[in-house]
């Protein structure tokens, strides 16, 4: 099973990213697929998933500025980041649901 991460790098208060997850190994139409983050000096969190239906759910605080989506054909799941703060600068994780493998992780710096 491969988890591979991309899109993050630095960007200002107010502006938006949006991260990939291309996952190989797996039946990836059928696998729940989550997102995590980690912040400085605190423990890995769950901040998204999406389920082989596409029911979404997303952390309260997030919901207004983040969508998880998906695509079966490409195997690729998406974190798209809106009005991103300097507290949302954290290493993002993608997990795979059916052996619960994650990727590298991707650094996202919200700085100005």
């Known amino acids: 099973v491969q988890v591979a991460e991309s899109g993050g790098g630095l960007v200002q208060p107010g502006g938006s990213l949006t991260l990939s997850c291309v996952v190989s190994?797996?039946?990836?139409?059928?696998?729940?697929m989550r997102w995590f983050r980690q912040s400085p000096g605190k423990e890995r969190e769950l901040i998204a998933w999406?389920?082989?239906?596409?029911?979404?759910w997303l952390e309260d605080h997030l919901k207004d500025r983040f969508i998880i989506s998906r695509d079966n054909a490409k195997n690729t799941v998406w974190l798209q980041m809106n009005n991103l703060r300097p507290e949302d600068t954290a290493v993002y994780y993608c997990?795979?649901?059916?052996?619960?493998?994650y990727g590298q992780g991707t650094q996202v710096t919200v700085s100005s």
């Open positions: 999406i389920d082989d239906s596409d029911t979404t």
């Open positions: 997990n795979e649901g059916a052996w619960g493998t």
């Open positions: 190994g797996i039946t990836f139409r059928l696998a729940e």
